[in-house]
Nanobody
Framework: QVQLVESGGGLVQPGGSLRLTCTAS????????IGWFRQAPGKEREGVSC????????YYADSVKGRFTISRDNAKNTAYLQMNSLKSEDTAVYYC???????????????????WGQGTQVTVSS
């Protein structure tokens, strides 16, 4: 049984940083594309970033480019999302997701991911 568990969310002031962690069990992230998505109240889920399993290539939404960094530690079966220079508009529930079927990850396409975590709340507020 695949399980993805996000952690690291919380309350942070604008301009602050958080690092989200996605820990996997029942699946080897070494063979999976990993995506991070977020959903703010009253809004649709949007793709934030992804990292491809084969090449390690990373992709980012324009809204987070230059501020967020996705990475993975295959030995720990864990993925991360480092979030810097946070803004109030980054407030959302953040989800990690895994895709075993594609060679290249698709950060914007939630339907391409098979397994999802339960989400972690990130609130950016003064």
């Amino acid at each position: 049984q695949v399980q993805l568990v996000e952690s690291g969310g919380g309350l942070v002031q604008p301009g602050g940083s958080l690092r989200l962690t996605c820990t996997a069990s029942g699946i080897s992230l070494n063979y999976a594309n990993i995506g991070w998505f977020r959903q703010a109240p009253g809004k649709e889920r949007e793709g934030v970033s992804c990292i491809s399993s084969s090449s390690g290539s990373t992709y980012y939404a324009d809204s987070v480019k230059g501020r967020f960094t996705i990475s993975r530690d295959n030995a720990k079966n864990t993925a991360y999302l480092q979030m810097n220079s946070l803004k109030s508009e980054d407030t959302a529930v953040y989800y990690c997701a895994a895709d075993l079927g594609r060679r290249v990850c698709m950060y914007h396409d939630a339907s391409s991911y098979d397994d999802w975590g339960q989400g972690t709340q990130v609130t950016v507020s003064s």
